[in-house]
């Protein structure tokens, strides 16, 4: 039976982040990784794991156009896992927060298309050798923003994540005939460099009184990329220290 032994990892760019987290999970456990990021400091993080021993390679690539993704798929070739991080808020590129109200036309298409309409054209591009394989697993990187909660301000991006969650149950039912499975995972509260001084407030009211770390969402989204995963099929697997439980997120004395 073939093996999972090649991954790509998109949206991995910032050394404090999910997606290079990711990366590195991966690669710990013994697969070839490609990673790939909007700007050029995808190649300082492939060099950085590089150093620490494993088998990288790393692409620079706007992944909301599909010239750009079918590039990359001819640079990396066929994966047996993809992980759909691409999307999430940065430094550089932080999500969009205005009230609905306020939304234009383009601030909608830019929030959709930074997150959903990236993980579409990723998927289409790398979907069909891992069908002909008889394997593969995909995992979207959504958010509890949107398929379970929201913020004011929030519309265009939890829209986005919401529809992560609806296109990873569709493809589930899609592709499991096929040894694919497509599975989500949803971040809360996740500490990294372009979290903002109100997510960290907000943060210190979830059950633990922490935000996540990037490797807490790396470790979610290796258990559903691993060969042992295989009959775990379209869930989404929350990690949030268990604060959407809680009704109220006020913690009292």
């Not at 940065?90 to 930074?114: C, K, T, Y």
């Not at 990187?141 to 301000?153: D, F």
């Not at 569709?170 to 001084?197: C, D, F, K």
């Not at 407030?201 to 990329?225: K, M, S």
Request: aromatic share 4%; net charge negative; proline share 3%.
């Amino acid at each position: 039976m073939p093996s999972l032994k090649t991954a790509l990892v998109t949206g991995a760019g910032a050394r404090d982040g999910i997606g290079f987290a990711i990366a590195r999970r991966l690669a710990q456990r013994g697969m070839s990784v490609a990673i790939a990021g909007a700007s050029d400091r995808i190649h300082d993080r492939g060099e950085e794991l590089r150093v620490e021993g494993f088998q990288i390679t790393s692409h620079v690539a706007d992944l909301t156009k599909a010239q750009q993704v079918a590039r990359l798929r001819a640079e990396v070739g066929p994966v047996d896992v993809l992980v759909n991080n691409a999307g999430m808020g940065s430094i550089a590129a932080p999500a969009i927060q205005r009230s609905f109200m306020s939304l234009s036309e383009a601030d909608w298409d830019v929030g959709i298309d930074v997150t959903l309409k990236t993980a579409f054209l990723v998927t289409k591009a790398f979907l069909e050798d891992m069908t002909q394989k008889g394997l593969g697993r995909i995992v979207n990187i959504a958010s509890v923003t949107g398929p379970l909660v929201s913020n004011e301000g929030e519309a265009a991006y939890s829209a986005a994540k919401a529809g992560m969650v609806g296109m990873t149950h569709a493809l589930a039912l899609e592709v499991a005939r096929y040894g694919v499975t497509v599975n989500a995972v949803a971040p809360g509260w996740v500490e990294t460099g372009a979290s903002t001084e109100e997510e960290l407030i907000a943060a210190r009211h979830t059950p633990p009184g922490r935000a996540g770390r990037p490797d807490e969402i790396a470790a979610a989204a290796a258990f559903l990329a691993a060969e042992e995963a295989s009959y775990v099929n379209g869930s989404v697997l929350v990690v949030d220290g268990g604060n959407i439980l809680q009704e109220s997120k006020v913690q009292l004395g």
